[in-house]
Structures are given as structure tokens and as C-alpha cells.
């Protein structure tokens, strides 16, 4: 069979690993999928910069003559950013190409605009390395677990922002330094505020929701809290608790909705997904049948990201002739059946949480704390009253509430900073149990 055309949008740190892996495995990824998966021209911007990359593979400056290119069946969008690689993705799909995409801020922002054309014009739009990197987790979804109905899921979907907080603890490095560092491993995207302030984690849990729950993607309603306002501290008092700290995705069906949240959280440190260190993912889904399941693996970096890549062109290649009536629906759920679930906001959501308060140590000062909490619901899971650095009158004090609704907490943690005794604002960390039921 005649070799498949393939035209790559980009040729970075993963376009560079998904034709280094190509080319390393050609005759494995042959027998797997039927016929050669072969490269036939890369655009970027900076021709100088690619030709080492490159080799003998064409290069261009215009991505429109990779995306017009007749001699093309299957365009790989590996630029990132959302234009032009909205524009020259629509445009390939009207074209009558498939797509394969590790654009996560394009699926998230896009994704049903995008599925829509596809859907009309027969083609199909692949996105495995957009979320969790070489972790298939998008696959393990929308396929291994098609019988569930998933209840929640949980993920540590940011590779930078995990590599930092790894650092934070294990080495009391400083945040900006291993920042640094992440962005010389080729971990962090272009903007690194996409990684600390959650908004790229909030990005993929936006499409994980809606293949999870079969709900159209809503990145505009997801709740995004990065780490950025982390403290030393905040990392040892959790780990002296018996937690550790890491920015977490959740989605989670709640009676009154879904929750879309993503947030620096609390998990007990005996849990396995609280041990996924350094620039490694993990997805926990929790299916009704199934039961937990935890996915791990790299979540950024060159070859793990082109393991996604070439995945999704092995399936597009093996399913390019098929009727596109027999395919897998993008989104897990027959486009027509998407449901209009609400996503539930924030101020309704229900966890436990970790609350950090500096006060002067005096008498009834406590007391004081404790009856705000009291009158807003909140109970109490434990305490702890730090002793005073040497010529200090201040202390911290560390608690851990029950389950509540975040609005209670919201009111509380206001009345508590408005006391007296108080100084300077509560720190508001939640905490997830993520227990099997
Ligand atoms: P890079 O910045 O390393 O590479 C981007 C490539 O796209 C470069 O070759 C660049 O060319 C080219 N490019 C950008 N804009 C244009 C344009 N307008 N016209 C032509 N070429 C263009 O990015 P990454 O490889 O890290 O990321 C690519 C995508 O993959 C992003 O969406 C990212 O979020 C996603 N992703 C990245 C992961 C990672 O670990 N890095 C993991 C998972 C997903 P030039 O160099 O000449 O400017
Ligand atoms: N910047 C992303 C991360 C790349 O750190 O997880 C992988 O999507």
C-alpha cells in the first residue's frame, strides 16, 4: 500500500521527537499500522534554526502550503498558540485532511468549533499528546473505559508545575530557579504562566470533563488556581500532616453538577498519585464498574509527547479508509448526545480544607477562630499551634476541616482575617481524601 503523506506545523521539541521517533521506529509503526507513515514537509518560522532538525525533509516558512498541500492526508499541528493554528487547522480540516494536534489550548478553546467541522466535512481530528503527554489517557477514556459512568477523576496534568513543587520540597529550591530549569528541559510552554498559574492544567481537565462526562468543552467555566502563592511552609506543615501538596485537575460529578476545578490541593501522602514526582503526570478516574484506576507517565519532554503523536496517526492511518460513521466519536459520547450538565461554580463546590493563619499568641485567640468556623458549619478535623520563632509573638496556626461548601470558608476565612489578633490574610489550600469511593 502506498505510503500515508504526513505535514508537520512545527518543528520543535515535539515535532522534533515525532519525526525522531518516526524515523527511529518506521519499520514497527509500518507493521502496526498497515502502511509507512511518511513526513513530507515541516513549516516553522525560523529556517536556520530547523535545518539540523530537519535533514533532507522539506521545510517552509508559509504553514499554508503544508495545510494546502494536495500530496498531504494527515496534518500535524505541533506550533501551539491559538493563531494561526486555529485558522490553518480549519483549513486543513475544509481541506478534507485529518489532524493531529498536542494543542491543548486550542482543544480546550476550540474543541467544539473544531469537532464540528470535522464532523461534517468525514475527518478526523486526533489529540492524545494535548493532555498527560505519552500517558493515553484520552484513549483509555474514550475506549477502555466506555462501559463506565465515570463519577470522578483526578490528575496531576502539569509536568512544570510538578517538577517545581518536587524541587520546593525535596531540595527547598527556590520557585523561579526550577522554573528555570523546567523551561531549559523543554517542559514549559512558551508563556510559563500557562504552567504555575493552572491554566494549561485547566485546559486539559477541560477536555478529560468532556470526554469523561460527554459534556461539549467549557474551558471558560473551569475554576484555575496555580501554585504560584505556594509557600515553603504551606509544603512542610502539609508534609508534617501526613500530606503533600500538588496541583491537581478534578472533575467530579456532583448532584447539583459538575465540578471543574483546578487548584493546588492537599492528598495524603499515602496515596500514590500524592508520589508522582518531577515532570511525571498521573490521571486517577473513578468509573462506577472499573473502580479507581491510576494512568502514569511522562507528561511533557520531546520523545513522551511524540509517543502520543505517532499514536494518534498509527489509529488515523489504520482507520483513514473506514466509513466515518464507524469511527470513534471525538468525544467519547455520539456528537448529538452531549449532555448540557451544568458546570457547578465554584462557591457550591464541597471539599475539606487546609487553612494557614498567623496570630498573636494570646488568650482566646482560638476560641475566637473557633466559633467563626463553628457558626459558618465548619467543622473541625484538626489543629496544630506552631511555637513562636525566637522573639516573635506571632504563630502559625495550621487547620483541617471537614468536608463544607467553599462559600462557608470563603465567609469565614473574611471574618477570621477582620479579627484583631489576626495578621495578614489566611492561606486557603483544599484537600481531596481521592478515596476508592
Ligand atoms: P516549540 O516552541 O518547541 O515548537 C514550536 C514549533 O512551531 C517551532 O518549530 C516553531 O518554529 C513552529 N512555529 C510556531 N509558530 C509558527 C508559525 N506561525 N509558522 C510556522 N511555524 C511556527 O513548542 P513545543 O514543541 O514545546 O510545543 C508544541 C505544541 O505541543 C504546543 O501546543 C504545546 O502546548 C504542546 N505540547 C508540548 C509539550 C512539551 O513537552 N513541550 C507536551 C505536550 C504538548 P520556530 O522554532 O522557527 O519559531
Ligand atoms: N507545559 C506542559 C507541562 C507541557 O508542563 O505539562 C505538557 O503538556
Redesign the pocket.
Known sequence: MKPIHVGL?????????TLTVLTRNAEEITRRAGREIRVVRA?????D??KRTAGDLPLT?N?FDVVDDPAIDIVV?????LE??RELVMQAIANGKHVV??????VAKHGNEIFAAAQAKGVMVAFE??VA?GIPIIKALREGLTANRIEWLAGIIN?TSNFILTEMRDKGAAFDDVLKEAQRL??A??DPTFDIEGI?AAHKLTILSAIAFGIPMQFNRAYTEGISKLTREDVRYAEELGYRIKLLGIARRAEAGIELRVHPTLIPARRLIANVDGAMNAVLVKGDAVGPTLYYGA????E??ASAVVADLVDVTRLHTADPHHRVPHLAFQPDRLAATPILPMDEVRTAYYLRLSAFDRPGVLADITRILADGDISIDAMVQKEPAEGEEQVDIILLTHVTVEKNVNAAISKIEALDTVVGQVMRIRLEELAAK
Open positions: 506545523l512545527g518543528l520543535g521539541t515535539v515535532g522534533g521527537g513549516a516553522v518560522r525560523n529556517l534554526k530547523a516558512t504553514p499541528e505541533l506550533m501551539g498558540g494561526p493554528a494536534t498536542a494543542n491543548k489550548h486550542l499528546a494535548a503527554g509536568g523543554g517542559y510552554e512558551a494549561d507528561g511533557a519532554g520531546a513522551p509527547t
